[in-house]
């Protein structure tokens, strides 16, 4: 069965269309109008073996918020659209992953449940037109919009872009993992019954 969502959101401030499949092989076009977060979302594409097409045009004569945020808010949608009724797979994943200096971990469930925990700290404001706090924002947005629950945290690390492109890389492969299938199980994985 096809692991795949596309979406579309518009409002005053942003116009997005994301599509995203979980069985991909990397590949991605993103056009955000914001270089680095471009950058960003192809990494956590690449890394996570996912196809992701995102375009995304926002109101960056404001500023970088409302375009990374709700670029947040539609691929957790995707996330949650395309991991279906979770039937069958691993639902956690976990990766610490090494960039130079840099050392991040993530730990991701697909709970149901969101949350997202945060731990990392800038030394720039902005890298290009990408305001560093936004990194911290967009992780938020996933989490709520995925119901997922995200871990995030710099254990190691000195260059900003090297911190920030981790946790981005570093979500794709605890999200990768996540999504992977579970041949021993047929149904969602919980005593609950139901993710
Ligand atoms: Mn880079």
Wanted: proline residues 2%.
């Amino acid at each position: 069965m096809e692991r795949k969502a596309s979406i579309r959101r518009t409002t005053k401030e942003t116009d997005i269309q994301v599509t995203l499949d979980l069985d991909g092989t990397g590949k991605a076009s993103v056009h955000t109008g914001i270089g680095f977060f471009d950058h960003m979302l192809s990494g956590f594409a690449k890394h996570g073996l996912f196809d992701l097409e995102a375009e995304v045009k926002g109101d960056l004569e404001v500023d970088s918020h409302h375009t990374i945020e709700d670029t947040g808010i539609v691929l957790g949608q995707a996330i949650l659209d395309a991991a279906g009724n979770k039937a069958g797979i691993k639902r956690y994943g976990h990766v610490i992953i090494p960039m130079d200096e840099t050392l991040a971990l993530c730990a991701v469930d697909l709970s149901g449940r969101p949350f997202l925990k945060f731990d990392a700290k800038f030394a720039s404001e902005r890298l290009g037109g990408f305001h560093t706090e936004m990194v911290r924002e967009f992780f938020y947005a996933v989490s709520y919009s995925a119901m997922m629950n995200i871990h995030l945290r710099i254990l190691d690390g000195e260059n900003d872009h090297h911190k920030a492109e981790a946790l981005f890389k570093s979500f794709g492969k605890a999200l990768d993992m996540a999504t992977q299938a579970e041949p021993r199980i047929q149904e969602a994985w919980t005593t609950k019954g139901s993710l």
